[in-house]
């Protein structure tokens, strides 16, 4: 499989839907397979919260493989044979797109927390700008998991005629009052570590830690499911060798520890509480009176909506939802529910069933 | 109804389950109605985790009604016209009995972080020095909800022949891998706090309010359930006028940074720590090889196990598996799901159906 790692740089002012601006942008992002003569086989991979652009293969200096590498590559779901997978990192994020630790040139120095506040839209947009540079009239699909699925509804909604197929997996058309919540306590754990500085951390030369690390302890519990956590750890007592420290009991509380110290290690503060924000506030529906119907009337892109029967964050019920407004609104929508065995985060991880809906939307919807 | 703020004040060595003792403890207790000259009404009440004894009536200092004062009082669910009512404020907790804000007579010092670790054991076997006390040869009832139950439940396993009948509400023999989860998250977010100090706050003249008012709004989001808060707060945006603070979109994270605040005021961020942990750790078949039916073997009272259809945190689940041990442990067990509308937190709340089943628990079982 061909994989290219490329950055896609916009010069121009770059209008925000909240009416702010940025001058100039840059997306890196990563290809996978080969872009045909045609320029008909493209198909846009979005990322979640905390993901990032390496979705596939392995990445040359982690020798990690991507959050979708088993979706993505030669016979796989997305088969790369066939068709030219692009992933971008999303605006406001922290693995190379413009976000919180890029320079302002404005000021000269770092956004920080001054980076202003985005939308699902403006991602969409900014990777409209990228389509067109790279001469694709319109991406056989978008789709992705989790606010990767967001943006994939908004693309079908908002760039209505750019996109033939979107897939929404585990994903909703606005979060609830529960996932608002949950958010706005990650959200305050941050803010209280002392190394926060109001956001202004970078410039104290400090990073809040033990914030972003507890943080992600809790969006960790939610990911998962009730069931998840009973298989695999249960009530089992830690063994004191490998014990973080004394205060712990349990196996999950040691991997609860572990996992958050080491996100904390490469994620960045500002971006956890932007991208929190473009959740909570997704809501491609506001500009049709917030009447998701009226919304879907513009989009002539087949839907699946996919949802996994474990996932509590996002559960099924939003699908439905989502299935229902989009058959009200005449669009062609297909619905299923998969079996999950990873809670919320049961999108990221194969299964004969899930591997189908996909290809098959893809190849022959 | 009668109403007495009481002490009971025991001067001996008390040992603890894990092998630690404390020179003797205090336990703050309200009583309403009164004790019959047989000794034979009396209905011990147990709080959850962040209650307190002070269950019915209205508390003088403060003007607010109880926890339970909708189920407690003349003509009411537990009727004082018939019954005297014992509630007692558990070992460990910062009401007034002895806890870590607690003088250490050894040391000079408040206990702090230094209290030893509690059992759900240890409070009843201190409750039970209190019946004694009081005369009492046997509580007509123990009831209680959510960690309150658990009490209830240890009472009917560890002091058989001291109880007649137990009313086990939105409670579970064992908490789950994620319940243990979201308490060692709210456990880090207060030790994260900096004026937390080790646990030592108290000698540094500091409190680590913002540690216990995030943790406070975890645990508030897990008390509720997703219709709640829907049905409360949906999406609604915060009017500015009542904004907390700036950062703040949606009712629901006025509404949550509001009640945390308020609970930081004056619940002690050691209490916290110590509590969840009696939570996480409670096994009364600990003793019994981990078998529940060999435990409840021991049980002669009889149970009535009730739960709500909307709490998340301990489901229904959890107290169908209870009734259904103890039916294999030939104990006389009743169980009933009743419909809620506060999640976890409906145990709080009153119901016809819910005042029914315990008055006809209580007077007809």
Request: hydrophobic fraction near 40%.
């Amino acid at each position: 499989m061909k994989i290219e790692q490329c950055s896609f740089r916009y010069e121009d002012k770059f209008s925000l839907l909240n009416g702010e601006s940025i001058e100039g942008f840059e997306l890196v992002y990563e290809t996978y397979g080969e872009l045909n003569a045609e320029k008909n086989n493209a198909v846009l991979v979005c990322h979640a919260f905390s993901g990032s652009h390496h979705a596939a293969g392995v990445d040359p200096t982690t020798d990690k493989p991507g959050w979708w590498h088993e979706f993505i590559g030669p016979g796989k779901a997305i088969d790369t044979d066939k068709y030219f997978v692009v992933s971008p990192n999303n605006l406001g994020s922290c693995y190379g797109s413009t976000g919180p630790l890029t320079v302002n040139n404005v000021t000269g120095k770092p956004y920080g927390s001054s980076f202003p506040a985005l939308d699902v839209y403006d991602w969409v947009a900014s990777q409209d700008l990228l389509r067109e540079n790279l001469g694709v009239k319109a991406w056989e699909m978008v789709l992705g998991g989790s606010l990767g699925g967001m943006q994939a509804l908004e693309w079908s909604i908002s760039f209505s005629g750019k996109i033939k197929k979107a897939g929404i997996i585990a994903a909703t058309a606005l979060v609830s009052s529960q996932n608002i919540a949950l958010n706005q306590v990650a959200r305050e754990i941050i803010r209280k570590d002392i190394a926060f500085e109001n956001g202004d951390y970078l410039l104290a030369n400090k990073k809040p830690k033990d914030g972003l690390k507890v943080a992600r302890m809790l969006g960790h519990i939610t990911y998962l499911s009730e069931t998840n956590f009973k298989n695999r750890f249960g009530r089992k007592l830690q063994d004191a060798e490998n014990k973080i420290d004394e205060n712990i009991d349990f196996e999950v509380e040691n991997y609860l520890r572990y996992q958050g110290e080491k996100f904390s290690e490469y994620f960045d503060a500002n971006s956890y509480i932007l991208l929190t924000k473009v959740m909570d506030t997704f809501n491609p529906a506001a500009r049709f009176n917030n009447n998701i119907v009226e919304a879907l009337k513009n989009c002539i892109a087949k839907l699946l909506i996919l949802s996994f029967d474990d996932d509590w964050l996002f559960p099924t019920q939003y699908s439905k939802e989502l299935h229902l407004a989009a058959i009200k609104a005449g669009v062609h929508s297909s619905f299923i529910e998969l079996s999950g065995q990873h809670g919320h985060d049961s999108f990221l991880f194969t299964s004969d069933d899930y591997t189908s809906a996909i290809s098959n939307f893809l190849n022959h919807a």
